[in-house]
Structures are given as C-alpha cells and as structure tokens.
T-cell receptor, first 118, second 115 residues
Framework: AQTVTQSQPEMSVQEAETVTLSCTYD???????LFWYKQPPSRQMILVIR??????QNATENRFSVNFQKAAKSFSLKISDSQLGDAAMYFCAYRSDSSSGSARQLTFGSGTQLTVLP | ETGVTQTPRHLVMGMTNKKSLKCEQH?????MYWYKQSAKKPLELMFVYNFKEQTENNSVPSRFSPECPNSSHLFLHLHTLQPEDSALYLCASSPSGGLNTGELFFGEGSRLTVL
C-alpha cells in the first residue's frame, strides 16, 4: 500500500515571503498522480495543484509551484509571495493510475498547518 | 449553491443515539465518498459509491452504515458509536471513469462529537 508522509506538522511564513512544504511518498508504481489540497479553517478542502508522474515539468499554478523529484519520491509545494489567505492545513495526496478501482483512491498525508504572519 | 453540501455541520450524540449525516452534490458527479478526518492523522477513506453502487468499504465498523439512494445524495447512518469516533466526517464527489482526473470535490464536513 502507498503511504504519504508530511514531516512538518506546522509551518509559519511571513506575509510576502516564500515557504516550502515537504511531502514524500512510498510507491512502486510508475504511473500515478500527486496532489496538494488546501483546507482553510472551517471551509472546504480544495485542490491547489496536481502533478502527473509522467511529466518531467513541475506543475505551477500562479503563486503555487511544486518540486517533483520522482527518483527521490519527493513532492514539495512552494508558495511564493505568501498571503494571509494562504493560512490553512495543506494535505499532500497520491493516487495510482492503476486500472484497479481500489488502487485509484487518494492516499493522504497527515497535513501541514501553515500560519501566515502579518 | 456550493458544489457539495453537508448537514449537519455539527452533531453531538450519545453512544446509544442513532443519527445520520447527509451529503448532497450539485456537480453532476457519479462517484461519492466518505472520509474520516481526525487530528494529526491522514484522512481515512471509509466508503466509495460509484453510480449508486458501493465499490469500497475500507474495513469500517458496522456502526457506520452508508446509503446512496442516487448519484446526488449520500448518507452516513450512525448508531452505537464510541467516543473515538469523534472526528470531522468529510463527503466528497468526483466524476467517474475516464473523466476522473483524481480531483475530489469536498464538502465542509460534519463535526461529530460522541459523548
């Protein structure tokens, strides 16, 4: 079974600065997807960014970018120009691209609580 | 309307009570999910429904009973719960099959406290 590890339970960043959240995963698959989800306080969890394992280019979405190191099984999230609204719990998630239905479910990490300091 | 709506947002119940959590999605998706979120732990997948049929039961105790009457609605019936079942229960939906890019659309969750 796949596992996803987020080794930073809490992180903080000064407003307008850059912060990187770490994620590692354990998988023997060759085709899979990786995700970062954001869960603001008392609000819905939303997708921040997605990376397909077969793509060498790191995904970017405005101020959010990833550093995907396939050989190292590492998938970190970089948030540039941090804003107060970025404060949230961030979850890393993995999904196999296997044809097996159960294997295609998302496996989540335990989350990193990000605080943005004004 | 928000895409995925969960009610109630907060629920307090005794161990002998019977209650239900409700989830409704207006996104036209055919797959729906229940997750359990406990503090400092990864989200735990509980159940998956695809086109109203249960396709995944992740070894969930029988005191949790899901129901999916149609692709837009999902229930989680609760009975004889334990204090360790206190958690945030998240409902999610997604397209099925080839339309599924892996992204889940979540509700705001139902915060359950078992006394």
């Amino acid at each position: 079974a796949q596992t996803v590890t987020q080794s930073q339970p809490e992180m903080s960043v000064q407003e307008a600065e850059t912060v990187t959240l770490s994620c590692t995963y354990d998988s023997s698959e060759s085709d899979y997807y990786l995700f970062w989800y954001k869960q603001p306080p008392s609000r819905q969890m939303i997708l921040v960014i997605r990376q397909e394992a077969y793509k060498q280019q790191n995904a970017t979405e405005n101020r959010f970018s990833v550093n995907f190191q396939k050989a190292a099984k590492s998938f970190s999230l970089k948030i540039s120009d941090s804003q107060l609204g970025d404060a949230a719990m961030y979850f890393c998630a993995y999904r196999s691209d296997s044809s097996s239905g159960s294997a295609r479910q998302l496996t989540f990490g335990s989350g990193t609580q990000l605080t943005v300091l004004p | 309307e928000t895409g995925v709506t969960q009610t109630p947002r907060h629920l307090v119940m005794g161990m002998t009570n019977k209650k239900s959590l409700k989830c409704e999605q207006h996104l036209g998706h055919n797959a729906m999910y229940w997750y359990k979120q406990s503090a400092k732990k990864p989200l735990e997948l509980m159940f998956v429904y695809n086109f109203k049929e249960q396709t995944e039961n992740n070894s969930v105790p029988s005191r949790f009973s899901p129901e999916c009457p149609n692709s837009s609605h999902l229930f989680l019936h609760l009975h004889t719960l334990q204090p360790e079942d206190s958690a945030l229960y998240l409902c999610a939906s997604s397209p099925s099959g080839g339309l599924n890019t892996g992204e889940l659309f979540f509700g705001e969750g139902s915060r359950l406290t078992v006394l």
